[in-house]
């Protein structure tokens, strides 16, 4: 536990040194009028309040991401707790508020529009495909989840149960996908974001109740997985693409650049932006802990479960033993809201995505059908082939969790060469560090893992270091190339 609470400290200490440097390295001003102002149009661009904004912007980041990922990712141990930390201050907020900058920055635009900016048009085409084939992703995911909690909670947890859930599920996104931001998203998702940050608080207090006898950092960042079911994933990749939201996701940049054009002044994308993926990271602790505890410290045993239980009936049976009745349907709710919540935000960042794309004006709600119909089905489809398999919540989060990921990888290499163009000392390496830890995670992960190419798990780490070199090694290149073109000119 004494690894637990330095780890929440840190993160805390992250917001208020690194978030300060991070936000003098972009320097906002708020003599620029934001998007939610220059381009007011009602549906999308609407300008709230911020504490609105940053409890929308935390419950479409969190989802389930922070607590699946984190409940997963607990298997592997103390090492948890150190990607979680160093994750989230020196990644994932970095990649979530400069994102969202940007986007201010480019009036409002969104994720494919602002890596195509710095990364050229080809680079552009393929993250359109690359962003949508998450963001469906992420919908099918995010229905997923909360579908069998509901499932479990309502019935006997068959797959007709799940179904039912789902298409109620899908009504309502397509509901709140058509309709203007302010008007079910303004209104009742700070609510779910109460109960979601409820839930965590909830859980820490538990934890501090019971103080458990969970292996802290010094107890060696060896990988536990084996003695709990999870053999062949290696912490490195594996653990990096398993705990994605709580540390850094490539769908929190969707969610960035949507918010970005609720905003009314650019000094508040600090807290906005980088605050909620601090408060992320928090419940990512929060629930790595509570897993540690339930993994490795006969907490599968009092709550009347097993080391087998996937994610979401871990969540189910903790919250109900921890919190009793009342606390548990408060609990519970933040975690079926909170994916709810995402899936359809992620829907409507896509149907955004392509609007722009195809310059269709989204003020009509004609061009909204048009739109987000076909992106409906798509993720009907998909949920429908996983939702009948009894593996299949663990198979389309890993599928998901790499899509996340390589699209953060793009993301970040978009901000480095952002950062690089501004002739202010070497600030690139703020995401020039991330942007090539997280290529070689993602490289190496579809290198090793079994859903790749297989190869022995023992040469992963130095496949990571050699990925990590290559990447550094061709940005230099091309620092180089532009600095010989300019002299030439």
């Not at 979680?84 to 400069?98: N, R």
């Not at 390496?429 to 490289?443: E, K, N």
Request: charged share 10%; net charge positive.
């Amino acid at each position: 536990m004494i690894s637990f609470v330095i780890s929440i400290l840190a993160l805390l200490c992250g917001y208020f040194l690194y978030g300060k440097l991070i936000s003098k390295v972009f320097q906002p001003n708020d003599s620029r009028p934001t998007p939610a102002i220059t381009h007011a149009d009602g549906i999308d661009f609407v300008p709230m309040p911020t504490w609105k904004v940053f409890m929308i912007q935390f419950l479409n980041i969190a989802g389930t991401g922070p607590i699946f990922g984190a409940i997963m990712g607990a298997k592997f141990g103390p090492a948890a707790y150190l990607w979680i930390v160093f994750g989230c201050i020196f990644a994932g907020a970095v990649h979530d508020y400069l994102s969202g900058m940007l986007s201010i920055r480019h009036a409002g635009g969104g994720l494919p529009e602002i890596i195509g900016t710095y990364l050229g048009r080809g680079t552009k085409r393929v993250m359109l495909v690359i962003t949508l084939v998450l963001l469906i992703l992420v919908g099918a995911v995010f229905t997923y989840s909360p579908a069998i909690i509901l499932g479990n909670m309502t019935g006997d947890g068959s797959t007709s149960s799940m179904m039912i859930w789902a298409v109620i599920i899908f009504v309502y996104y397509i509901i709140a996908t058509m309709l203007p931001i302010d008007k079910i998203i303004g209104k009742i998702y700070p609510v779910f974001a109460f109960a979601l940050i409820f839930m965590a608080v909830a859980m820490m207090v538990g934890l501090f109740i019971k103080w458990p006898s969970i292996p802290e950092l010094w107890d060696g960042l060896a990988n536990r997985g084996p003695s709990v079911g999870l053999e062949g994933q290696p912490i490195l990749p594996c653990l990096f693409i398993t705990i994605a939201c709580g540390a850094i996701s490539g769908f929190h940049a969707t969610q960035s650049t949507m918010m970005a054009r609720c905003i009314k002044k650019e000094s508040l994308g600090r807290p906005v932006f980088y605050g909620s993926m601090i408060t992320e990271g928090m419940v990512a602790l929060v629930w790595a802990a509570v897993s540690s505890y339930f993994f490795f410290d006969g907490g599968a045993a009092e709550v009347g479960s097993d080391l087998s239980a996937s994610a979401p009936a871990i969540v189910t049976a903790v919250s109900k033993k921890w919190l009793g009745v009342a606390g548990g349907v408060l609990a519970v709710l933040g975690v079926v809201a909170a994916p709810i919540t995402s899936g359809d935000t992620a829907l409507r960042s896509a149907r955004m995505i392509v609007s722009d794309f195809l310059h269709l004006d989204q003020a009509p709600v004609r061009n909204r059908l048009i739109v987000s119909i076909p992106l409906f089905i798509a993720a009907a489809l998909m949920l429908w082939f996983n939702i009948s398999d009894k593996d299949g919540f663990n198979t389309i989060w890993k599928y998901f969790g790499w899509t996340n990921q390589v699209l953060s990888v793009f993301t970040l290499w978009a901000l480095t060469v952002f950062l690089s163009k501004r002739r202010k000392g070497m600030r690139y390496l703020f995401t020039l560090i991330p942007a090539s830890f997280m290529t070689s995670v993602c490289c190496t992960f579809i290198l090793v893992d079994k859903v790749g190419f297989g190869i022995n798990a023992a040469a992963a780490p130095w496949l990571a270091l050699g990925f990590f070199s290559v990447s550094v090694a061709l940005f230099g290149v091309y620092r180089i190339r532009k600095s010989l073109k300019k002299k030439n000119i």
